[in-house]
């Protein structure tokens, strides 16, 4: 894993600038690579091939064709890739997955993308037809970010590494997006292409970008994958079999490093699977894993953490987030995220980066596990609203005449499937989204997103309500610019790689052939996965029910302290003129304000301290 930075003019000591504050992505090697039309720099996290060879930016040449790359990532089947261009006569002088991007882009052009597994940023220099290739893997578990203008275009795997251009000045009010605003008071993230900054801008998960350096300008952006529609398949042999030997390799694939490779061990479903799969690909006792655990029960999951390391038997390591941990890493959230980023989940993933990094540089995640086999709490009431749907007509009134009863009209459950039956009894269907709270009193900003990200996930879905939402966690909401972030800024802070297997892109296509009833039942989730881990798991962990990994910081946010750092911020969040903002500064003025959202007034005010202010 790396960090990534280049521009399109000659300047070394600018290029130095970026790379420096990127150090803690990479800090093995340091390099630049410059010529008349451009400027590479990279800093390295050595994964695989140690030796110097695998050092970046990295120069691939043919008899006729020359290249060089900047890349942050991991090609995970770069061995099955190599073994392909070797019999169509390319040679190869290191033993790195770099140099195979290289060579299948010379080989196969842009849709080499096609062809990885694995997770990605990049961009080419095309020596030959003077163009730089930049791409995002499929679901954007790796950042790009550019700046495009006045004939400039400069990209980095961070932000910061782009200000470093003293001719932006973006650390000055005017140059906020208020759209990206109201992302994050909406949403906790800004999603892409939205950055902070309306003059940055960052690719899309799944996303290609070609700039011309003889012209100065993009020639082309396309997105490049896109998952497939829901087609269940009513074998549920066949798809455990299938879906477990999919998970076995990716597991197998993910575990090829030339450094310690360690995992993330939470006791839920997901994590305790992977590290269930691990024990056939390494010795079990000799593996490190690493949990978080938190204070009060509705919050801790260590019990289960117990559990789960005990069966397996790994060398565990365990960490009790408290709120002085999470005083103490204010400063450093706001730094490493850049922009204003409101998942509290960020704040432990931290922590647990910091305490894997001194045993493993590798280590394996659950992440996913939520979107292929439909985990989320909130798809209750979708499943249900998908059940009554399909009730004849007459019982559809049936129905709608005893939910609108005024005792059950508060009961927000009853509302949404009252709601969702006098829209299916109507000629046009159109769910009620509002009671899920996606985008009840949001702004217009976010509710034109959301929008049309649900017009797409429904007709990729079928028209059932529960996979349009998880398709919509994979492609837009979950996934990329959200969780896939927290994963990111946090483990690179501590110079440790993070791979997560349930994330594969076959794993994920797979998904959309399992029927929904068999992700989602009306009375437990994830009904499938129970199934084919029923050999894997211990049955506490099996048959347990969902806890997300989230600190009390809605408790800790109730103390004088943050209140008074968040007033005393009052006035210069108030110069970000924005009207979502402002009304909600004021709700925290009346003392009306939730929780949740004053959590994120209040992180929005760190990182205007941060970034605004110094």
Request: hydrophobic content about 35%; aromatic content about 14%; overall charge positive.
């Amino acid at each position: 894993m790396c960090g990534i930075a280049g521009f399109n003019w000659n300047n070394t000591s600018l290029a130095d600038k970026m790379i420096s504050v990127l150090l803690h992505r990479g800090p093995d090697n340091k390099s630049i690579y410059s010529n008349d039309l451009l400027t590479f720099a990279h800093s390295r996290l050595s994964i695989i091939d140690l030796s110097t060879k695998g050092n970046q930016p990295m120069t691939y040449q043919t008899k006729d064709r020359s290249a060089v790359i900047v890349f942050n990532g991991e090609i995970y089947n770069f061995k099955e890739l190599r073994a392909i261009l070797s019999e169509k006569g390319y040679s190869f002088n290191s033993a790195s997955d770099t140099e195979v991007v290289l060579a299948m882009y010379l080989e196969f052009g842009y849709e080499c993308v096609n062809h990885f597994n694995g997770m990605w940023s990049f961009s080419i220099y095309d020596l030959d037809k003077g163009i730089l290739f930049c791409s995002r893997d499929r679901f954007g578990q790796k950042p790009f970010y550019y700046y495009n203008e006045n004939n400039k275009f400069i990209f980095a795997s961070e932000i910061k590494a782009i200000i470093q251009y003293s001719e932006l000045e973006i650390n000055k009010i005017e140059k906020i997006d208020t759209k990206a605003i109201d992302f994050y008071i909406d949403a906790g993230f800004i999603p892409a292409p939205y950055t902070i900054y309306h003059k940055i801008r960052k690719l899309k998960s799944g996303e290609n970008l070609v700039f011309n350096l003889k012209t100065n300008q993009i020639d082309r952006k396309w997105t490049y994958y896109e998952i497939g529609d829901y087609k269940p398949l009513y074998n549920k042999s066949y798809l455990k079999e299938e879906m477990l030997e999919s998970i076995r390799d990716s597991v197998r694939l993910r575990m090829i490093a030339d450094v310690p490779v360690g995992a993330f061990l939470s006791g839920g479903l997901d994590s305790s699977l992977i590290v269930g799969i691990m024990k056939d690909f390494t010795k079990i006792t000799d593996l490190h894993t690493f949990s978080i655990g938190f204070e009060g029960e509705k919050y801790d999951e260590s019990k289960y953490i117990d559990i789960a390391k005990d069966f397996y038997g790994t060398q565990h390591h365990h960490y009790q987030f408290r709120e002085k941990d999470f005083r103490e890493l204010l400063y450093k959230y706001s730094y490493h995220y850049d922009e204003p980023f409101g998942d509290l989940a960020g704040f432990p993933t931290f922590v647990l980066s910091n305490l894997a990094r001194k045993w493993v540089t590798v280590a394996l995640s659950g992440d996913g596990g939520d979107e292929v086999f439909g985990g989320y709490t909130y798809l209750d009431k979708a499943r249900k609203l998908d059940v009554v749907r399909k009730a004849p007509t007459f019982i559809r009134k049936s129905l709608l005449s005893v939910t609108s009863n005024k005792c059950l009209r508060k009961n927000t459950s009853i509302s949404f499937i009252r709601d969702g039956l006098r829209a299916s009894l109507r000629d046009k269907y159109e769910y009620p989204l509002d009671d899920f709270e996606f985008s009840k009193n949001k702004s217009e900003t976010y509710k034109h997103w959301l929008k049309n990200n649900m017009e797409q996930c429904l007709r990729k879905s079928d028209d059932v309500l529960l996979e349009a939402l998880r398709i919509n966690d994979i492609l837009y909401s979950t996934f990329g610019d959200h969780f896939l972030t927290k994963v990111d800024r946090a483990s690179m802070a501590n110079s440790i790689e993070v791979r997560s297997p349930l994330m594969d892109y076959r794993i994920l296509n797979l998904s959309m052939k399992i029927p929904y009833k068999w992700k989602h039942g009306l009375v437990r989730n994830k009904l499938l996965m129970r199934k084919l881990a029923k050999q894997i798991l211990p049955a506490k962990i099996l048959n347990r029910d969902k806890q997300g990994f989230t600190p009390p910081i809605q408790e800790w946010i109730k103390d004088s302290f943050y209140s008074t750092l968040l007033y005393d911020s009052l006035d210069n969040l108030k110069l970000l003129n924005n009207n979502k903002l402002n009304f909600y500064l004021n709700k925290f003025t009346n003392g009306t304000i939730s929780n949740q959202m004053k959590i994120r007034l209040f992180l929005l005010s760190q990182w205007f301290d941060c970034w605004m202010l110094n």
